[in-house]
């Protein structure tokens, strides 16, 4: 079966949420939201992950909507968490090891953050990276939107672009 991964950047999320809640009581479809949820409000955070928990199971049509996200935080929000659970594991967990500099040497290995672990604390770690990115508009530039994820996508430029197309796909 084939996935269907779709990343809609959403302006009205209540309405978005409402009619992905209504379609996902009628087809299985994934909703993920990606993003400092953080920043909504107590209200609309609380739907995100009751829809987010409700859809959870599904895995063949997945819609990830992307609020509060810009690369940027998405980074910086990665970078930290992974600092904060490196020093978590380490400050209450003893390793028991000689002194010898082999040890050492490897000990500070243990420390060190490492890509994995900067990639599985993003925001978008709940979506694969995309394929292909397709720019509409007459901008050339991703403006602080999935630059980390995008890097080997294939980029395709147009002014328009016939919808109906992309929706038959």
């Not at 970078?79 to 380490?90: D, Q």
């Not at 243990?110 to 709940?126: C, F, G, Q, S, T």
């Not at 007459?138 to 403006?143: A, F, Q, Y």
Request: aromatic share 8%; with cysteine; hydrophobic share 35%.
């Amino acid at each position: 079966m084939a996935l269907l991964n779709l990343i809609i950047y959403c302006y009205e999320l209540g309405e978005c949420m409402t009619v992905l809640a209504k379609i996902a009581k009628h087809h299985p479809i994934k909703v993920n939201f990606a993003g400092n949820l953080e920043l909504l409000n107590a209200e609309l955070r609380d739907e995100a992950h009751k829809l987010m928990g409700t859809t959870a199971e599904y895995s063949k049509f997945i819609v990830t909507i992307c609020v509060c996200y810009c690369c940027t935080d998405d980074i910086v929000h990665s970078v930290e968490e992974s600092s904060r659970k490196k020093h978590y594991y380490h400050s209450y967990i003893e390793d028991s090891h000689d002194d010898d500099k082999d040890d050492d040497d490897k000990d500070d290995e243990r420390h060190m953050i490492k890509l994995v672990d900067i990639e599985k604390n993003m925001y978008m770690a709940v979506t694969p990276d995309p394929d292909i990115l397709i720019r509409t508009g007459d901008e050339h530039r991703l403006s602080n939107f999935l630059q980390w994820q995008t890097c080997h996508s294939l980029w395709h430029h147009c002014l328009q672009i016939a919808w109906r197309l992309v929706y038959g796909i």
